[in-house]
């Protein structure tokens, strides 16, 4: 068992920056890929970023690359989404997952292969 905590949301005008965090306690961390997915108000959560065990393969969706940056820190339990030049399109309630079963050093878009789900942040972009 894992529990995730995410934090860093709040409101930023359009252009501006936030930086999330989400914090992994239990198991050992290294052990499993991270992913960043989000939910607008009335639209399906949707995948954002993520990162694998070792750090050294990032994905994301097409609508963040360029913009956002997943990392993470195995020794502090801890990832990270660094989110640049902000617009209205991206508030929603971001949350952190875990996929305790990655194969090899992969990581997964896909939600359903994700076992553990922080409660969410919000982000809100003002235009």
């Known amino acids: 068992q894992v529990q995730l905590v995410e934090s860093g949301g709040g409101l930023v005008q359009a252009g501006g920056s936030l930086r999330l965090s989400c914090a992994a306690s239990?198991?050992?961390?290294?052990?499993?890929?991270m992913g960043w997915f989000r939910q607008a108000p009335g639209k399906e959560r949707e995948f954002v970023a993520t990162?694998?065990?070792?750090?050294?393969?990032?994905y994301y969706t097409d609508s963040v690359k360029g913009r956002f940056t997943i990392s993470r820190n195995n020794a502090r339990n801890m990832a990270y989404l660094q989110m640049n030049s902000l617009s209205p399109e991206d508030t929603a309630v971001y949350y952190c997952?875990?996929?305790?079963?990655?194969?090899?050093?992969?990581?997964?878009?896909?939600?359903?292969?994700?076992?553990?789900w922080g409660q969410g942040t919000q982000v809100t972009v003002s235009s």
């Open positions: 997952a875990a996929d305790n079963n990655p194969t090899g050093n992969s990581a997964t878009s896909q939600g359903w292969r994700y076992d553990y």
């Open positions: 239990g198991r050992t961390f290294s052990n499993y890929a």
């Open positions: 990162i694998s065990r070792s750090g050294a393969n990032t």
